[in-house]
Structures are given as C-alpha cells and as structure tokens.
C-alpha cells in the first residue's frame, strides 16, 4: 500500500486498520480513470449515481452540523453543506450536461444498491451515534477521494479533469482541513490521549465498514452502464 | 406474480408497486428452501448474517416504538422489540448451535454488504422519516417473509422447519397484525382518504427501494458460503 | 389580535389556532422593547440566553437541511445555517460586545430552562418527525419575530436597533421566504389539498405548542438580570 | 445533602457534581409526599402530568433499545419499555382512576412547560447524541425517584403508597440494575479508566442540567391544580 497523504492523525490510524483500503484507492475503477481506459459508458453511470450520492452526502454534513458541539464544528459542517449544494452540486450537474446527461436524466436516475448501501451506512452512523461516528463514516469518501486524486494529478487522459480535480490544491487544502475537524473533535470528546481511547477501535471499524462499502461503489460503476 | 396474502389494505397496494416482488419472493434462495436443494453452506452462510440482520433489525422496531404517536403503537412496536430480543434472537442462536455455528463465531462475522444496505436503510428511513417511512421499509421483510412462508408451507426437504415457522399460525397472525398496525397508522396521520394521499406514493417507492435491497439479501445468501 | 403579516397559508393558519399568539407577540417584555422601558439588565439577560439560542437554533435548521427532501429545500436550510453561523452568530457576539458582555461571559452562560425547553422541543421535533414538523416548531420563532417587527418598526427608543432588524426589509424578506419554503413543502408532501390534510391539525397543534415555549422565553427575559 | 445510595459508580459522581441535587430530591412537593401536607390537587395535577412523562420516558427508553451497541443493552432497554407500556403505565391510569381521573381527562391532559422541556432535553440528548447521553439524562428520573423513595418509604400518611412504592425492593432493585447497566456502558464506550475520560465531565453535565429541569417538575406540581 502506498503512503498515506499527511490528512491529520487519526486518518493515518484508521486507514492502516482497514483491510480495504488498497482494495479501494487502487480499484479497477480507479485505474481506468488514471490510463484513461475505462469505457465512457461507465464514467457516465458513476456520474449520475454519484448526484444522488452527493445530495445523500450533503444531508449527512448538515447531520454533522446540527451534532457539532463547537461554533468551529457547526462553521466547518455548514460551511461544507453550503459549498456542496450551491457550488458543487451545480457544477456536477454542468459536468453531467456537458457529458449528455441533462437534469430530468439525472433526476429520473434511480438509486444504485451499492449507492443505497454507502450513503444510508453514513446518514445511520450520523443519527445511532455522534459527530465521530459521522466523521469515521464520511472520511473514506472525502479523504480517499484526495488520496486517489494526489495519485491521479497529472495523468492525462480522458479523465483528466476528474484526476485534477481531485488532485488539485482545493481539494487537497479541504482534506487537511477534515483531517484536522476531525482531530479536533476527538480531543474535544476524548481528550489528549484520544489515541489511546477504545472508541478509536470502535470508530476504526466504522471506517473500514464504510471503506468496504466504496469499494462497492467502484464495482457497480465498472458493471454498471 | 401470485396473489398477495390478505395483510392489510397498504400492503396490497404496495405490492403491486413494487417491480422486483416477485425477484425477492420467488428468488432462486427461497426455491432452494422450498425444494430442498439449497446448499447447507449457504444457508449457514444465511443464518449467520441473519443473525446480525436481527440485531439492526431490533433496533429498528425500538425506533418504531420512539416515534410511535398512541399508545397502540407504542406497546406494538415495544412488544415486537420484547419479543425479537427475548424470544427471537435466543431461538436464531440456538438454531445456529443446532447447526454448528457457536455463539462466538455467530459475533465474530463479519457484516455483508447486502445486510448493511437493507439493514441501515431501514433505520435511515426512520430516523429521517416518520413511523410510517420506517413501516414502508420493514413491511417487505416482515410481510415478505409472511407471503414466501405461506408458499412454503408443507413443502418438506431440509427446510421443512424454516418454511414452517414462516408459514406457521403464529407468524402469519404476526403478519396480519403487522398489517392492521400500518394501515392504522395511516389513517392516524394521513386521514380516512389516505390512500389517496400522495404520501402513499413515496412511501410505496420506499416499499418499493427496500424489496430491491430484499433481493439483494437472496443475491448474498446464494454467492456466500 | 392584530391582523396576521402575509408569511403564506400555513401560517395564517396556524397562527389562527395558536391560543397563546397574542400572549407571545403582545408580551410585556416585546411591549419594554417597544417603548423603551425594559431595564437594560433584563435585555441583556435575554441577549445571553439568545446566544445559546442562536446555537441551537443553527442546529434545527441544519437538521431541516438533512430532512430535506429536494434540492430547494436543501438550499433554503444550508442557505439559513450558513446565515446564522457565519453572520448572524457575529453580528450577536458583536451586539452583546457593544452592550458590555464579552465572548467568554457569553460561552459561560447557563441555560435557562425556558431556552432548553423551547430549543430541545425544536430539535426533538425535528428528530422525532420530519421536515413538516420541524417547520411548524420553529416557524413561530422565525415568524413571529417578524410580526412583532412589523409592528415594533419605527418605534424609536432604546431598543430601537433591535426593533429595526426584525422590522426591516431583509428579515420581513426572510420571513416570506420562510413562509414559501413551509407551504411548498406542505404541497410537496401532502399534495394539492394539504389544507384539509389531518397532518395539518397536528401541525397545528405543534406551532401552538411552540408558541406558549415562546411566552416562556419572554417571561424569562423578564424574571432574569 | 443526604449520602447516595449505591446505584453504581457513575451515579455517585455525577450526582456529587449536580448543584441541584438537593433542591430536587428534598423539594417542597416531596417533603409535602412525605409529611402528606401537600394538597390533594397538586398531587392530582402531578399525576396527570406524569401520564403525559411516562409516555415520552417510554419513547425515551425505546430510543435507548435503538442506539444500544450490545445484546445486554439492547434485552435491559427494550424490557424497560416493554414494563412501561405495558405495566407501569395500565398502572398509572388505575392509580388516577381511583383519584378521579378517568382516561379521557387523562388523554386530554395539557403538557405543560416544565414536562415539555424534561421529556425533550432527554430525547434530544438522545437523538444528538448515544446511548451514554441518554443515560445521563434519565438517570435523575429513574435514580433520584430511588434516592427519594428510599428516604420516604415507612413515611405513612396520605401519600404513603406512592413512597413505599418507589421506596420499595421492587423499584430499589430497578435503580441498582440501571445504575450496573450505566457503569457498564460507560465501561464498553470508555474503556476500564472512564471515571477519567473528559467524556464524564461532559455526561455530568447532562445530568447536573437534567437535573435542574427535574426541579422545574416538581415546581410544577407544587404550583399548578
């Protein structure tokens, strides 16, 4: 497994604890996007399966926002809440009609099981637990999405602008700032030795279920079409 | 499609709006119940995720109960809770002994894709929803179960004694219970002309969403093993 | 009662059944805040208690992003967190600064019992039911600081800033859009004929609950010092 | 303040760091249970108030069932419920039967302020947040009725049967049996050195502020008719 992106702490804890890990971040899907093979059809199915799944995310950062305990966390949670549905939302629709796929299309699409699994696995975790749990949850999307795209800088391609965007200096600045929302919330609820805490075991395995649960993501996009 | 047992006036209806119905009641992992045919491995494979299902699926019963709004709702929904984890689940137990598997590998498996997609939908659909979203989603395990062990019933084989205790007086008064409890719901909030209510159509496509996370279940039951 | 401003239908309505409108919106404390004769000490009581409201108040409203069930609804909700986390929560430790009462003083406030009664009844609403609810539970805040503005507008005196922001075009601007964002949701959900959906007597039900917490609220700004 | 009674090692702390401790368990209303001066009408009063809390401490306790992480958590949850709907509360409208109170006073009953605003901060606590919080918001209502009861019991008068029953084995063994199920969780979510974790500080707070509210419920009784 190659090394781990400087995300903060416990990114670099849960993410040597979850066996999937490689088994996602370097996915058929994954290195499709990097050499440019994969079959259009394909990237056009993840796309519109991925709208329903980022307005399925965006509830879950307003999930985080109403379980913030700090002014920081309701900021950091509702600032992400309002980039994903006035700007990035917006955009992904225009990617999508730039690749043929108008908005009734995206509309009418109808939600993939392996969609349903990811997305109601995160919003469940949010509502049983608290903001780690939310957070452990969430992490494998936002913070393998950076991982993938700092490989993927660069590649060329037909995925190109995916790969960029990813890998770009934006995204790349808003993993470390999770990173650090999230180790700032753990030594906000466990203290200085939150390392050390049995719930990161608990919240481990939180992250490497949901890590699990992308991997069936890039599966239903490589079958998909 | 074969004619729907008699639980209730929803249930009818969203049935018959429900397009993967028949996949799930008549799915390959119930004919080899029925039959007999059904390899040992995968209903071992079965019961041990069954096991984790009805944990989540207790705890999706306890949510029914926390947003029931009369007290009929309350002791149904608690007294399904009662029974699933006093009775229940010591019976799935003892039934996995009886097969081999002992209790610690019973906690030791891991969850599948498939019993995390169905299982966190249905308690999503609650915690974002109402009682009425959560019966949406649980009526295609609890009422389908019911219509596949009326089926079932008598068939004989090895699985003689699962097909019977679906198709048993007990489950199948559970089911009409089930039944008369939904559609007493509805008239509660939606009035006497529910089923005209356009309520009733997002929640027959929730019915509808979770019969294909149904299918999903048999999916894993036939590949594991 | 004075007549009702025109934040939409349910509103209207609601406001209607609500016993207690008139003593919320005519309290003695909105009356000191009228004519200039609330001790400051009282005011600046309730402007403490109003931060942990404001908090909490953020909270419902991102948790109204999570229930949302449509993109407008999503980008109404986060549109109003980001508001309130990122402007109006400012312009409040800014007010209290001007008035004599630091950040910390702020942070260390206790809770009066009428501000958790009236915040946890929101959020419960919202977590126990759904969008609908939460709407009805917190619309007499949101709406009925806009009644009382337009009638407070222009009154002079030492509370006249406070008299002017919620008399003022924006928030009046704010509580219409509020006031569409509850009766699209209403159509949305309920259908066409929402007004003579039973959901609507427990809706009701919920805004005239809402509103005797708000009287509270106001009786205690005017116990407090 | 009066020494603890052994309900287990959180109990004990938390209650130490609950200013209102004592005004909760010996305030006016309870030394008017124990001397019987309290008048029949507030009794009454509180009694029909407290069927209106019984409801949503069940709603409470189901919640806990859903947000339980083990088999003992989920079995000791889901029975409190299934005792309440099911014993407790048939037993409560007998009780206010035999007072006067038939069941359609009891369902037309008005909740008031100081009931709204415990049962919601206990169910908000809940949904916000796990099962420890919920834990520590109903611990003053289910342990301080056993400190109360344990010191009224034998007291005789008018009121007798309601101290000898909260006084009794039956409910004493109810609170040591909470009190183990609360250390216990604390143990399986913190880890053996949870007395230290900041974690506590934060769950006494919930109960210190739940606390305060229990007050506001006995004010009530004492103040309303």
């Given amino acids: 497994m190659t090394s781990a992106p400087d995300y ?5 804890r849960w993410r040597a604890q979850a066996p999937a890990w490689g ?8 290195e499709g996007l990097r050499t440019g093979a994969l079959p259009h059809a394909n990237f ?3 796309l519109r399966q991925d709208y329903i799944f980022l307005i399925h995310f965006s509830r879950a950062w307003a ?19 309002h980039a994903l549905a006035h700007v990035e939302m917006p ?9 043929g796929i108008d908005a009734a299309e995206l509309e009418a699409t109808e939600e993939a099981p392996a969609n349903l699994a990811y997305t109601r696995y995160v919003l469940e975790a949010g509502y049983s637990g608290d903001f780690l749990d939310l957070m452990a949850a969430l992490a494998p999307c936002v ?7 700092a490989r993927l800088a660069g590649s060329g ?13 934006e995204y790349q600045g808003l993993c470390r700032d999770v990173g ?6 753990l030594l906000h609820r466990l203290g200085p030795d939150w390392v050390a805490s049995p719930r990161m075991a608990r919240l481990g395995a939180r992250f490497a279920t949901a890590t699990r649960l992308e991997v069936g993501f890039w599966d239903m996009g490589l079958a998909g079409a």
């Fill in 63 to 81: 999930l985080a926002a109403a379980k913030s305990e700090t002014l920081a966390e309701l900021r950091a949670a509702s600032g992400t809440v």
């Fill in 23 to 30: 088994a996602y971040t370097q996915h058929a899907f994954v």
């Fill in 180 to 185: 650090t929302l999230i180790d700032s919330a």
């Fill in 143 to 149: 913070l393998g999405y950076g991982e993938i795209g």
């Fill in 8 to 12: 903060g702490r416990a990114f670099g």
């Fill in 44 to 46: 056009l199915h993840y």
């Fill in 91 to 99: 955009l992904h629709v225009e990617l999508c009609a730039r690749a």
């Fill in 157 to 169: 391609g037909a995925y190109a602008p995916w790969c960029d965007t990813y890998g770009g200096a």
